[in-house]
């Protein structure tokens, strides 16, 4: 990659949701965006998804690890050798346990491995440094946010809410020089977004996910198992934060519900987590920009609507592509990375230090 000037990265995400692989192009110089590319998601299959289900929790070594590893490095070496022109890539490998208090964290996948196959330097283990030294190693897409604020000219604190399988929320104040100045950003994990309804719909209808929300536009909210959700200590906690993807499963047990209430109740349960975390922000926000399989889900967005009192909005109002923003976020952050400039620091993941993270692995 050369050393300097604006060059066209690629990235790649695989989520919590465990739906598939998510690529694009950006042409930054690890400051600005200049350019969006072409983008491209390769989607699990059934037995992927499977394998990688039954990775879920565990860490290096355990049973299950290295076939987990196996489907990511596979999917995203078939993904990413369609793009050309990549200069470098960013590659966050597939989180399978995340625990940045105790054992670190763990996102399965060989960048290396993916130097070798695709002819180009990898920057990969983006989390690993941050949690070493005493961050979260989560969020790290909001460097990449404070980056699209300014792409989009905006010129007042707004909030960029991704939901995922979990979910996090940066506060950007675009009006800072850089990311990383004081009072420029702040970012936690908000609480569970898509994973657990995902899970419920799983197990009760077999589909993946409710889509659009229907399922839970019939329902009514359990707002007693919402307080009692809302009582999880994780709430009472300083951010920055972060979580695993299953730290709340014995917290939203939605019991003898019906599958439309227990679908009404785990999309609000989403806002009314968000809600809570939005009481940490410096100043309130006048604009909620959503991205993340989340925003297409109309009942978590009207929760968000009523529970904020601010209308969420789907990041495409802003011109921006919600289903690939963390996969830009990647690419962006590989020439962070690759360049020498911070991806994380004290207020996104309460790291002690501004820290780039991230190995960066050349096909030699």
């Avoid at 399978?96 to 283990?125: N, Y």
């Avoid at 030294?133 to 909030?159: E, K, V």
Wanted: one cysteine or more; hydrophobic letters at 45%; charged letters at 20%.
């Amino acid at each position: 990659m050369r050393s300097g000037g604006a060059v066209w990265a690629l990235g790649a995400m695989s989520g919590t949701s465990l739906d598939g692989v998510d690529a694009a192009m950006v042409m930054t110089d690890g400051e600005r965006i200049l350019e969006f590319g072409p983008s491209a998601f390769r989607p699990y299959s059934a037995a992927e998804q499977a394998v990688l289900r039954a990775g879920l929790g565990r860490w290096p070594g355990e049973d299950g690890v290295a076939e987990a590893a196996e489907v990511v490095e596979t999917a995203h070496a078939d993904l990413l050798s369609r793009f050309s022109g990549a200069e470098v890539v960013g590659f966050h490998g597939q989180t399978l346990a995340h625990d940045p208090k105790g054992r670190g964290t763990h996102q399965a996948g060989d960048g290396s491995l993916l130097a070798h196959a695709l002819g180009l330097p990898v920057v990969w283990d983006f989390r690993t440094a941050d949690v070493a030294m005493g961050g979260q190693g989560a969020p790290l897409a909001p460097f990449f946010h404070f980056a699209c604020a300014r792409w989009m000219a905006a010129a007042q604190p707004l909030a960029m809410l991704n939901l995922g399988g979990v979910g996090n929320v940066t506060w950007i104040d675009p009006r800072q020089p850089a990311p990383e100045s004081y009072g420029a950003l702040l970012a936690f994990d908000t609480g569970p977004a898509n994973a657990p309804l995902n899970d419920l719909m799983l197990a009760r209808t077999g589909q993946p996910l409710d889509p659009d929300g229907a399922t839970g536009l019939r329902g009514a909210v359990d707002e007693g198992r919402i307080a009692a959700f809302l009582s999880h200590p994780f709430f009472h906690r300083m951010p920055p934060k972060s979580l695993d993807r299953n730290d709340f499963h014995s917290s939203l047990d939605m019991g003898n519900l019906s599958t439309e209430d227990a679908a009404a109740t785990l999309a609000a349960a989403v806002a009314a987590a968000v809600a809570r975390g939005a009481e940490h922000f410096p100043v309130p926000v006048t604009r909620l920009l959503v991205t993340g399989g989340g925003r297409r889900n109309a009942r978590i967005m009207a929760e968000l609507t009523a529970r904020l009192r601010v209308e969420a909005e789907p990041i495409e109002a802003a011109g921006l592509d919600g289903d690939m923003l963390e996969a830009q976020a990647f690419a962006y952050l590989a020439v962070r990375v690759a360049r020498g400039l911070p991806t994380s620091g004290p207020a996104t993941t309460g790291v002690a230090a501004m820290v780039g993270g991230g190995k960066v692995s050349r096909p030699d």
